[in-house]
Every structure is written in C-alpha cells, then in structure tokens.
C-alpha cells in the first residue's frame, strides 16, 4: 500500500518476553520515527531514524529498547525482557526528509497496540 | 523545558455547532506548529503545518491560528460533523531538530 505499515497489529505477551515491532515506511521517505502512546497520554519520542543511522536515540526509555533500520526502508523495534509497564501503543511515522525545522508531515501508520501480562 | 499544552481535555458538542481547541506552547526556538487528528486505533493525520510566518491556515471546514507572539495556536472546526469525533494534537517543532514535541490532545465527542 501507500501509505506507513506497521506489524502485528496487536501483540500481547507475557512479561520477561522479547517483542519485535516492524514498520514498513512510505517508499522513498529517509526519515523514520518511532513514538510510544501509553492510554490517555501524549505521543512520546523513542528513536529517530535518517536513512539508516539513528542521530537522536534520545527517547529510548532503557537499555532494554533497541532499533535498527536496513536498506533505508524496513525498522525493527525490539523490546527485551518486556515489563508491564511496556504497554502501550507504537506507532512509526515517516517523512520524505528529517523534519530539521522543515515543515513536513510526518505519516504515520496505526501502531501496534503492546499488552503485556 | 519544551512543552506542549492543550485545553481543553475533553469537549462534547452537538452535530453542526462549531468548536475552538486551544494549544499554548513553550518551545523555543520555534519553528512550525502543526495540529494532527488521531481517530481512534488509528495513527494521527495531519491537517495543518503552519511556520513562524504564517497566522492562519485552513484544511476543509478547519482553520488553524498560530500567534507566535503570544505562543498560542487555535484549531477551530465549523459545521461539526460525526466523523470529526477524534483526539487533535497540536504537535510542536523546533529549529535544528527533527524531535516533535507532542500536547496529550483534546477529545472530541460529536453527539447527533
């Protein structure tokens, strides 16, 4: 399709777990983002990616949490010894370049809703 | 600190009235405030990009204000309709980074 995919949809594990999250971006976008939404919050800033480096790993809450990016396309999310503070939702955004100021949007696709047990 | 709030929280109205939604915002430097809507289990779409130069911008039956001055943003929507039942997050970016800082949105209810 054309516009951001992300996978599964829905995810629930039991916690000490690892999970891997995928997100498929728009074709052609070299910046990728990945946002964590806990229930009733904001959206809150994980990792950004600008082809396949991550300059601002900033957001990452823990060790536990790691990203990577190949062939400037696919992201994996990898959650390690998950917590049940982990829930939440994980949504990828994309945009044609990193958002630098620049006024672009960024797509984002419809998460993956994370339950932990 | 860089932050992003919005009032109000939660806002009710009936199908065909109009609603404002306010966002005040202290990042700085500033460089572009955008307003996205987030249907429910759905990843949010953005309506409006507006810059430093810009006060008013208009998608459809919504207009967005950006008061730089006073760093307040208004997102008003006209002739409410069923489909704009939605969370509208104002999101904030500054100048030389590519991190957007996210308000925890306004829930919009639009009842017949």
């Known amino acids: 399709g054309a516009g951001v995919s992300q996978s599964p949809s829905n995810k629930v594990t039991e916690k000490g777990k690892d999970v891997e999250l995928r997100c498929d971006p728009i074709?052609?976008?070299?910046?990728l983002y990945w946002y964590r939404q806990r229930l009733g919050q904001g959206l809150e800033f994980l990792i950004y990616f600008q082809g396949n480096s991550a300059p601002d790993k900033s957001g990452l809450p823990s060790d536990r949490f790691s990203a990577e990016r190949t062939g400037e396309s696919v992201s994996t999310l990898t959650i390690q010894r998950t917590q049940q503070e982990d829930s939440a939702v994980y949504l990828c955004?994309?945009?044609?370049?990193?958002?630098?100021?620049?006024?672009?949007?960024?797509?984002f696709g419809d998460g993956t809703r994370l339950s932990i047990l | 600190k860089n932050q992003v709030e919005q009032s109000p929280q939660s806002l009710i109205i009936l199908e065909g009235k109009n609603c404002t939604l306010q966002c005040n915002y202290t990042v700085s430097p500033f460089s572009n405030l955008r307003w996205y809507k987030q249907d429910t289990g759905r990843g949010p779409v953005s309506l409006t990009i507006?810059?430093?130069?810009?006060n008013t911008k208009s998608n459809g039956r919504y207009t967005a204000t950006l008061d730089a001055d006073t760093k307040q943003s208004s997102l008003h929507i006209t002739a409410s309709q069923l489909s704009d039942s939605a969370s509208y997050i104002c999101?904030?970016?500054?100048?030389?980074?590519?991190?957007?800082?996210f308000g925890t949105g306004t829930r919009l209810q639009v009842f017949p």
């Open positions: 074709s052609g976008h070299t910046a």
């Open positions: 507006m810059t430093f130069s810009e």
């Open positions: 955004a994309s945009s044609p370049y990193g958002t630098g100021g620049a006024s672009q949007p960024q797509h």
């Open positions: 999101v904030v970016s500054a100048k030389n980074t590519d991190k957007l800082i």
